[in-house]
């Protein structure tokens, strides 16, 4: 294969990519990338206020990319986004689902411990990333189903591999979403077309608005004694930035993994292959 064939690869003229969580730090960043390797590409998110911000990045191909208010939560309401995306650019051909996240109120701490948790707050951290990965798969899944052929990406974590400290339900349910990742792969093979394909990352730690209070100290903008042990804990010796996932998503949207499904991908640093010694 030459140059030229494998830049081909990489080439996402002509297809549309639906992202979940897409006005949000990593999912906002996620977007921009396709959209600059041709993609058209739908952005859907409860919160639109930072999609204008989001296209204006995207420009001069900002005609290609479309924001479409969705809950990730609300069936519904993905199958209109789903009308929307279809009339415009006429197909569906990869899902990444970057919605999730964490919320302090189910994390325990000094203040509050794991007694205390609150069953509304862990309903909806299981809920948003658990359901929030699902959902999307049944209505866009459904699409790539009756056309036999499609790209499911969904974003996992370090901590579905390796249980962290305080943020249980968020562990939990990235461990369901990689197990989850895994049974739909075998599905969607099986049962409609080994041409639809479904994949996981597991990033390490990147800062997002999610995790902020975990790793920053809010009033100094200095790392926490958590953050500093994971900093310690990562061989690459830094937190991950949003361009560190683009390889990795890439190469699982792309046809160089057309034999590649099923597979959780770690991106990390080495904290994952680090025994802390």
């Excluded at 999912?27 to 989001?54: F, K, S, T, W, Y």
């Excluded at 579905?160 to 895994?182: C, D, E, H, I, M």
């Excluded at 049974?183 to 999610?210: D, K």
Aim: charged residues 15%; aromatic residues 8%.
């Amino acid at each position: 294969m030459d140059a030229i064939e494998l830049a081909r690869l990489y080439d996402f003229s002509g297809q549309t990519a639906v992202i979940t969580g897409g006005t949000g730090t990593l999912g906002g960043e996620i977007a921009c990338a396709l959209v600059g390797c041709g993609a058209n590409v739908a952005i859907l998110d409860r919160n639109m206020d930072p999609a204008q911000h989001i296209l204006e990045l995207m420009e001069p191909r900002r005609n290609h990319a479309v924001a479409v208010r969705a809950d990730v939560l609300d069936p519904e309401s993905l199958r209109q986004a789903a009308k929307v995306i279809l009339e415009k650019f006429g197909a569906v051909h990869s899902l990444v689902n970057a919605a999730g996240g964490n919320k302090p109120q189910a994390t325990t701490g000094s203040n509050q411990s794991f007694f205390d948790l609150p069953p509304d707050a862990l309903r909806w951290v299981f809920e948003l990333n658990m359901l929030g990965t699902m959902y999307p798969c049944q209505v866009f899944g459904k699409i790539m189903a009756d056309k036999g052929e499609g790209v499911i990406l969904n974003i996992s974590s370090m901590s579905a591999l390796r249980p962290l400290t305080r943020v249980l339900a968020y562990s939990a349910a990235k461990a369901g979403v990689s197990n989850f990742t895994q049974w739909l792969a075998v599905h969607m093979a099986q049962t409609y077309s080994p041409q639809i394909r479904v994949n996981a990352i597991a990033p390490g730690f990147f800062l997002t608005q999610q995790n902020k209070f975990l790793l920053l100290d809010e009033k100094s903008g200095e790392m926490t004694a958590r953050g500093k042990s994971i900093i310690e804990h990562t061989p690459m010796a830094r937190f991950g930035r949003a361009e560190d996932l683009f390889g990795a998503i890439l190469w699982l949207l792309s046809p160089a993994s057309a034999f590649v499904t099923g597979v959780v991908v770690p991106v990390d640093g080495g904290f994952s292959a680090y025994g802390g010694v």
